[in-house]
């Protein structure tokens, strides 16, 4: 049976009056008393968007904003400026520490049996070769009968670069098949592929180490080098994570390179590759949230709080993971500072740090700050991607299907008919930022946008560039955020944080502070 509290807003809007009513009717002379400032939002966001003037000077200026790395305290650094710029107050509070780490340049040749130069990347906090090129044969993790013969055969590494991914059987991606395959050959691709993965865990299981592990035993042994290629199912895209190696670089190669060489190996021929890459290891350095502050003129102990993280992997440039978030929230505050300088409740904007490693930032907020979660009407939340925000979960709290309505009430159709809606949700309880807050009983509400080939294209990959913004959705999302974080200052009753009932409710999950980083 469909959720009964499933539906478009559209579909309550052309409710026939009775159930209307029966959903607004004692928040319809809030929601229309409203319309001045939600008409002033939709012009000041269409007269005179700032977003890609900020998308250039963080995207393409700035760059990717990894934690510990110099980049993410210089674009703490430049939010704080922005935000005074617009009479708005910010700071950077500090929740913790990292390694701290500053990445260099890559260059990666094929030098034998021919001239390539590869396309590769350097994974995040990997050690480099210094001001050093250095050339040496690739060779393939071997097959192995257990964990006796790999140490047997770990001496043959020394001075080499050691493969440790399995292979791709097409850098095709599932779309490109399903349009001009026939299901024969798509049904190949698939089985060959499992049964090369399968393969493949066996071989790594063999050693009797783990992914991680595994490297460590490889630099250890003296390999120069551990080659990775983690495809991200599209053309061209490599996901880019952290290294685990402490002493030599680990670099991840793009699919249709490191088919290549492990076609090569596979076939008899030793290719040899020169890698230079740096890297400057800077210590334990201090790691920040950035915080800004609209403060309230009746009620300015209680909080809607606009969020999203600010950090993002550095393969790229972190344009839709997340810096078109950073945008929508950054631009929600300009307009709401024009439009509505005066608000009921106190409007916060939250930019966490070291979300990726598990939404650190967020978490220690919440932790350091129990008087604004306790006093929280909502948190606002975007952060998957590009595209215009089309779900809104209740998040599990039992009056969500009250609240968020009587938020969406004057919000323009063109805007809100394409929001699906679920109440009461399910309570988030990791993947972003809001679940920090949900995971504290207060209302983190997630604004969930369209895919726009995110997950294989832009989250986590080499290409998450400016290119991929498409600003009219981003535009569309800062109007909504501002509009909802509007409503939800004026809103004359206070969010119920009641449980539905029946859920299972996630704990809290204390933040990694970076306590290790100081050993």
Same mark, same amino acid.
């Given at each position: 049976?469909?959720?009964?509290?499933?539906?478009?807003?559209?579909?309550?809007?052309?409710?026939?009056?009775?159930?209307?009513?029966?959903?607004?009717?004692?928040?319809?002379?809030?929601?229309?008393?409203?319309?001045?400032?939600?008409?002033?939002?939709?012009?000041?966001?269409?007269?005179?968007?700032?977003?890609?003037?900020?998308?250039?000077?963080?995207?393409?200026?700035?760059?990717?904003?990894?934690?510990?790395?110099?980049?993410?305290?210089?674009?703490?650094?430049?939010?704080?400026?922005?935000?005074?710029?617009?009479?708005?107050?910010?700071?950077?509070?500090?929740?913790?520490?990292?390694?701290?780490?500053?990445?260099?340049?890559?260059?990666?040749?094929?030098?034998?049996? %021919?001239?390539?130069?590869?396309?590769?990347?350097?994974?995040?906090?990997?050690?480099?070769?210094?001001?050093?090129?250095?050339?040496?044969?690739?060779?393939?993790?071997?097959?192995?009968?257990?964990?006796?013969?790999?140490?047997?055969?770990?001496?043959?590494?020394?001075?080499?670069?050691?493969?440790?991914?399995?292979?791709?059987?097409?850098?095709?991606?599932?779309?490109?098949?399903?349009?001009?395959?026939?299901?024969?050959?798509?049904?190949?691709?698939?089985?060959?592929?499992?049964?090369?993965?399968?393969?493949?865990?066996?071989?790594?299981?063999?050693?009797?180490?783990?992914?991680?592990?595994?490297?460590?035993?490889?630099?250890?042994?003296?390999?120069?080098?551990?080659?990775?290629?983690?495809?991200?199912?599209?053309?061209?895209?490599?996901?880019?994570?952290?290294?685990?190696?402490?002493?030599?670089?680990?670099?991840?190669?793009?699919?249709?390179?490191?088919?290549?060489?492990?076609?090569?190996?596979?076939?008899?021929?030793?290719?040899?590759?020169?890698?230079?890459?740096?890297?400057?290891?800077?210590?334990?350095?201090?790691?920040?949230?950035?915080?800004?502050?609209?403060?309230?003129?009746?009620?300015?102990?209680?909080?809607?709080?606009?969020?999203?993280?600010?950090?993002?992997?550095?393969?790229?440039?972190?344009?839709?993971?997340?810096?078109?978030?950073?945008?929508?929230?950054?631009?929600?505050? %300009?307009?709401?500072?024009?439009?509505?300088?005066?608000?009921?409740?106190?409007?916060?904007?939250?930019?966490?740090?070291?979300?990726?490693?598990?939404?650190?930032?967020?978490?220690?907020?919440?932790?350091?700050?129990?008087? $604004?979660?306790?006093?929280?009407?909502?948190?606002?939340?975007?952060?998957?991607?590009?595209?215009?925000?089309?779900?809104?979960?209740?998040?599990?709290?039992?009056?969500?299907?009250?609240? $968020?309505?009587?938020?969406?009430?004057?919000?323009?159709?063109?805007?809100?008919?394409?929001?699906?809606?679920?109440?009461?949700?399910?309570?988030?309880?990791?993947?972003?930022?809001?679940?920090?807050?949900?995971?504290?009983?207060?209302?983190?509400?997630?604004?969930?946008?369209?895919?726009?080939?995110?997950?294989?294209?832009?989250?986590?990959?080499? %290409?998450?560039?400016?290119?991929?913004?498409?600003?009219?959705?981003?535009?569309?999302?800062?109007?909504?955020?501002?509009?909802?974080?509007?409503?939800?200052?004026?809103?004359?009753?206070?969010?119920?944080?009641?449980?539905?009932?029946?859920?299972?409710?996630?704990?809290?999950?204390?933040?990694?502070?970076?306590?290790?980083?100081?050993?």
């Amino acid at each position: 049976m469909k959720n009964p509290h499933h539906y478009t807003i559209s579909t309550w809007q052309k409710a026939k009056p009775i159930a209307l009513g029966l959903l607004l009717c004692s928040s319809l002379s809030f929601a229309q008393s409203g319309k001045p400032v939600i008409d002033a939002i939709v012009k000041e966001s269409t007269n005179n968007s700032q977003l890609e003037k900020l998308a250039h000077e963080l995207f393409d200026k700035i760059g990717p904003r990894l934690v510990g790395t110099p980049q993410m305290k210089t674009a703490n650094d430049w939010a704080v400026a922005k935000y005074k710029s617009w009479g708005i107050d910010a700071r950077n509070e500090k929740w913790g520490q990292w390694r701290g780490w500053e990445r260099g340049v890559t260059h990666i040749d094929m030098i034998s049996p %021919r001239v390539r130069s590869l396309e590769g990347t350097m994974l995040a906090w990997s050690p480099g070769t210094g001001k050093k090129t250095v050339t040496a044969d690739v060779i393939l993790l071997p097959e192995v009968a257990d964990s006796l013969a790999f140490v047997k055969w770990l001496p043959s590494v020394k001075g080499k670069f050691v493969m440790v991914s399995a292979n791709q059987v097409t850098g095709r991606p599932a779309e490109n098949l399903k349009e001009f395959a026939f299901k024969e050959t798509i049904d190949k691709f698939k089985a060959d592929q499992a049964a090369i993965n399968l393969a493949w865990a066996k071989r790594v299981k063999a050693t009797g180490h783990t992914a991680k592990t595994l490297a460590v035993a490889l630099e250890n042994a003296g390999a120069v080098g551990v080659v990775t290629n983690y495809w991200s199912a599209g053309f061209g895209v490599d996901k880019i994570f952290g290294a685990n190696t402490k002493k030599v670089p680990s670099v991840d190669i793009s699919l249709e390179d490191y088919t290549l060489l492990y076609r090569l190996i596979e076939n008899g021929t030793t290719p040899k590759i020169s890698l230079h890459c740096e890297s400057k290891d800077m210590g334990v350095v201090p790691t920040f949230n950035t915080i800004a502050e609209i403060k309230g003129s009746e009620k300015p102990d209680e909080y809607v709080i606009l969020s999203a993280h600010f950090d993002s992997w550095d393969a790229a440039s972190g344009a839709t993971d997340n810096g078109t978030g950073t945008l929508t929230m950054m631009e929600a505050m %300009r307009i709401l500072k024009l439009v509505y300088p005066n608000p009921k409740r106190t409007i916060l904007v939250g930019h966490w740090g070291s979300e990726e490693q598990g939404l650190n930032g967020s978490k220690s907020f919440v932790e350091d700050h129990p008087e $604004i979660v306790k006093n929280l009407q909502a948190l606002f939340n975007q952060d998957n991607g590009t595209g215009r925000v089309v779900n809104i979960s209740g998040q599990g709290f039992a009056d969500s299907k009250n609240f $968020i309505p009587r938020w969406l009430a004057p919000v323009p159709d063109t805007i809100k008919n394409r929001i699906k809606t679920s109440f009461p949700g399910s309570p988030s309880a990791g993947g972003s930022d809001n679940a920090s807050f949900v995971m504290a009983g207060a209302p983190g509400i997630s604004l969930g946008s369209l895919g726009w080939a995110y997950g294989n294209y832009t989250w986590h990959t080499n %290409r998450d560039t400016y290119d991929k913004v498409v600003f009219e959705e981003v535009r569309n999302n800062a109007m909504l955020a501002a509009m909802l974080a509007y409503m939800a200052s004026e809103d004359p009753q206070k969010t119920s944080t009641e449980k539905a009932e029946g859920i299972r409710w996630p704990g809290f999950v204390k933040p990694n502070r970076g306590e290790e980083f100081k050993k």
